[in-house]
């Protein structure tokens, strides 16, 4: 059986052959008609496009390498699958490797996708200990776009890294938001369970959070602070013994995963009942939340806006159409109040204004 070559579909499709590399390749320029006669040809002809004779003739690989924690977290997959689709859309490849936050995964990652030659990558970093590999990275060419998280610092770029390209989440806004409800419900014992506060979602978090109290005026030794692996067993014990201490806090704010699950489930074992007993919010807006009886309240922002927003910026810098008003998004946090907090027990409750708005 001969190769099914881009020659072959051009002629069936009707079209040249410039229309149909730039139709295969994602490029400007083409009407909806040819690109559906392309892809039509291309189908039943059965093409397959050489990537090998690509790479050598454009000298670019026509991939992406994208780092994160864990592909496994929902709140991950969802990026990344929204990533994925953008790209593929524009011609790429997108290779995922999960790296656990650790920074020696994330050298070796890093170094095999440089070997591969990606025209790009979006990075997730655990911590700022592989700056060097990322400026290292941009030095050599490749442009890095980092997935809400901490911009690498150079010497001379300000003290918001902007230079660099980043999508981030307003987890600060997010996190006022939701500590100032729950002070309006007339909470004044809160718990926030989340993750290491040396990455920025939950940095940004535990300001928040404090901010509110502060700004209140409510006392802030009712801010009570949980940091968390991402097992479900570690978020339930802490949770139990936060709900079986003296000033067992009356309100729970938790990342929406196994966390979640893992307080959650700690609240069943000692008969506590959501929300007469005990109030529970959900940080990001997963299955669980939604399908939880009572449903979660929850803070919400849109994953997929993250990875399309990701993917748009690697690809302007891929075309050349980089710019300092193109370099930075911060997404906004939404709260979606459902059936899972009310006053505390026993409380009548004692709205709280506190001045600022998230």
């Excluded at 656990?100 to 700022?128: C, K, Q």
């Excluded at 922002?301 to 399309?308: I, K, Q, T």
Aim: charged share 25%; with cysteine.
């Amino acid at each position: 059986m001969s190769v099914v070559t881009i020659r072959d579909v051009a002629q069936a499709a009707g079209v040249s052959l410039a229309s149909v590399s730039r139709a295969l390749n994602g490029g400007k320029n083409v009407s909806a008609r040819v690109a559906r006669d392309v892809a039509a040809a291309a189908d039943r002809l059965g093409y397959q496009p050489d990537f090998l004779a690509r790479s050598l003739r454009t000298r670019t690989s026509g991939m992406v390498g994208c780092l994160v924690s864990d592909i496994s977290n929902p709140l991950n997959a969802t990026i990344v699958k929204a990533a994925e689709a953008r790209l593929r859309e524009a011609g790429y490849l997108l290779v995922v490797a999960s790296t656990g936050n650790d920074p020696g995964r994330e050298r070796a990652a890093a170094a095999e996708f440089r070997g591969r030659r990606v025209d790009g990558m979006l990075v997730a970093p655990g911590s700022d200990a592989n700056a060097k590999a990322w400026r290292a990275l941009v030095a050599a060419g490749t442009p890095v776009v980092i997935v809400d998280r901490d911009a690498p610092k150079d010497e001379d770029e300000d003290e918001d890294g902007v230079r660099w390209p980043a999508v981030q989440v307003d987890h600060r806004g997010g996190a006022r938001a939701a500590t100032r409800y729950l002070l309006g419900l007339g909470h004044r014992r809160i718990a926030l369970l989340t993750a290491d506060a040396v990455m920025r979602p939950s940095r940004e978090r535990i300001q928040g959070f404090r901010e509110i109290f502060a700004e209140a005026g409510v006392d802030p030794a009712g801010a009570r602070l949980c940091l968390q692996s991402s097992a479900m067993d570690f978020a339930h014990g802490d949770t139990l013994a936060l709900l079986r201490g003296d000033s067992a806090p009356t309100a729970i704010v938790a990342l929406g995963t196994r966390i979640l699950a893992g307080v959650l489930r700690a609240a069943r074992d000692l008969g506590l009942v959501v929300p007469r007993d005990l109030s529970v919010m959900s940080v990001g807006d997963t299955d669980l939340a939604a399908v939880h009886t009572p449903a979660i309240t929850a803070l919400r922002w849109s994953l997929e806006d993250v990875g399309r927003a990701a993917a748009d910026l690697l690809l302007r810098r891929l075309r050349g159409e980089a710019g300092h008003a193109q370099s930075h998004a911060l997404l906004p946090v939404d709260l979606v109040l459902r059936d899972s907090c009310a006053p505390p027990a026993a409380q009548r409750a004692m709205p709280v204004a506190p001045s600022g708005t998230s």
